[in-house]
Nanobody, 123 residues
Framework: QVQLVESGGGLVQAGGSLRLSCVDSGRTFSRDIIGWFRQAPGKEREFVASVSWTGRSTYYRDSVKGRFTISRDNAKSTVYLQMDNLKPEDTAVYYC????????????????WGQGTQVTISS
């Protein structure tokens, strides 16, 4: 069974950086595709990035390309989201997700979710 726990959120100024972590205590972490989503107040949850179980395939939404980097350390059962040059519009609760089936860009394709971590960017 997958159990996801996010950490690393916080309050930073625009232009700053944060690194989010997602620890997956499930038995098959090394075979899991892991994704990051975010949800701002009053908005739908949106895809941010995903990484294959090998770490070789990564995907990003256009607005974060060149600023965010997703990576994984299977030995630590952890996926990271390095976020640089942060903007106020990046403010949201960030969630990691696993067990996708279908369109990875859609939140309802993912069946396992963490509790989320708040990221707030001040201007």
């Amino acid at each position: 069974q997958v159990q996801l726990v996010e950490s690393g959120g916080g309050l930073v100024q625009a232009g700053g950086s944060l690194r989010l972590s997602c620890v997956d205590s499930g038995r098959t972490f090394s075979r899991d595709i892991i994704g990051w989503f975010r949800q701002a107040p009053g908005k739908e949850r949106e895809f941010v990035a995903s990484v294959s179980w090998t770490g070789r395939s990564t995907y990003y939404r256009d607005s974060v390309k060149g600023r965010f980097t997703i990576s994984r350390d299977n030995a630590k059962s952890t996926v990271y989201l390095q976020m640089d040059n942060l903007k106020p519009e990046d403010t949201a609760v960030y969630y990691c997700a696993a067990d996708p089936d279908g369109d990875y860009y859609q939140s309802d394709a993912w069946s396992s979710w963490g509790q989320g971590t708040q990221v707030t960017i001040s201007s």
